[in-house]
């Protein structure tokens, strides 16, 4: 048996498929996964996202402290409530993991990180969190719903007395607020508008099932998993890990270099491969075909071979999408690739991603 969220046994009452998930009982699907994707690109679904590890860091000094553990910048952050991504790296530049970073006040910032790099994720920012005096609390006592779709937002807010409703619906992109119990932000993971919720866990039950009253679909891994990649979204442990950095997984939009006197742990070495040249890129793929592209297949460039670290059946384009590593000379949009499926080299196209953004074809 594995950790299990709040939300299991509703999971069971509602006839999901229950799989493992780096440890987790999670949902992959309640019947149809390709009904629950189209259901949260055209209205809204909800997932169970209880199992991410939600960490309250307080101090006098977190900004400082934050502006070295984390790659991209958080004295960005000036707006009690706006949100930030960013990778967390090794010295060597190393993927640990990518997060969700929120500034709540001058003394409390809270990070949303992956569940299956929950523990070494904790020992990481422990151990460099004690010399600036940082305490580091694990919110386990928490749940967390995302409600994605282009209804998404109205649906939940309508749950919510006023003046919360308004203020949830005024909310910008990336940014959340204390609602009463609930931790609103309009953040999530598949390409739609949305919020994620977090709430204390003895209400998440009740708030899903009054969801699905509203209409809003129960959705489970599989469609989440369909949608992230539509919308070119990394999957820590697919498409990035410890293994590589995000110059070459496509992130390097998520570090801030400047200023340049600010010293975040990987800086040095994310610096030497920025000035050595990348010698991989990413990119995404839409082959023509009828077949599928997956995780791991080799793909065949003038310039070396490259390999697909996400891939899929996209529901809403109805065709096979997937983002690769390739050679950097291989990297150009509208490029022509191989891609070894079954035994076969099949042709496929680079685009760049996303693939569909709110509801609609990019590629």
Avoid at 71 to 84: E, F, I, S
Avoid at 238 to 254: A, K, N, R
């Amino acid at each position: 048996m594995g950790l299990r969220t709040p939300l299991y046994d509703l999971h069971v009452a509602l006839g999901a498929r229950i799989v493992d998930f780096g440890g987790w009982d999670m949902p992959v699907n309640y019947g149809s996964q390709i009904e629950e994707h189209h259901a949260v690109r055209r209205a809204a679904g909800v997932f169970d996202v209880s199992h991410m590890c939600v960490v309250d860091l307080r101090g006098e000094r977190v900004r400082e402290f934050l502006r070295v553990l984390l790659a991209n910048d958080v004295a960005r952050l000036t707006r009690p409530g706006k949100a930030l991504y960013s990778c967390m790296l090794r010295e060597d530049a190393g993927i640990l993991d990518d997060l969700i970073v929120y500034f709540i006040d001058p003394s409390w910032f809270r990070l949303v990180v992956n569940a299956g790099t929950r523990d070494k994720d904790l020992a990481w920012i422990r151990a460099h969190a004690a010399a600036f005096g940082v305490e580091v609390r694990e919110r386990s006592e928490l749940a967390m719903l995302a409600v994605q779709g282009p209804e998404a937002r109205a649906q939940l807010a309508s749950l919510l007395g006023s003046p919360d409703a308004a203020a949830a619906l005024a909310l910008d992109v990336f940014c959340g607020a204390q609602l009463g119990e609930w931790f609103v932000a309009r953040t999530g993971y598949t390409g739609e508008d949305g919020f994620e919720v977090t709430l204390p866990a003895t209400g998440a039950a009740a708030l899903w099932t009054r969801l699905n009253e509203l209409g809003v679909r129960s959705c489970g891994l599989g469609a989440r998993d369909t949608l992230r990649l539509e919308a070119g979204m990394n999957l820590y442990g697919s498409d990035m890990d410890e293994s590589t950095h995000p110059l070459e997984t496509g992130l390097g939009w998520t570090v801030a270099f400047e200023p340049a006197d600010r010293r975040f742990i990987g800086r040095d070495a994310l610096e030497a491969a920025r000035n050595a040249g990348v010698a991989q890129r990413a990119v995404g793929l839409l082959l023509d075909e009828r077949a599928v592209m997956r995780s791991h297949q080799r793909v065949a460039t003038s310039a070396g071979d490259g390999t697909i670290t996400s891939g899929t059946f996209s529901p809403t384009l109805a065709r096979s999408i997937a983002l690769a590593r390739v050679p950097a000379a291989a990297a150009a949009v509208g490029g022509i690739v191989q891609v070894e499926v079954r035994g076969k080299l099949l042709e496929a196209r680079v685009v760049r991603p996303p693939f569909v953004r709110h509801g609609r074809a990019l590629v």
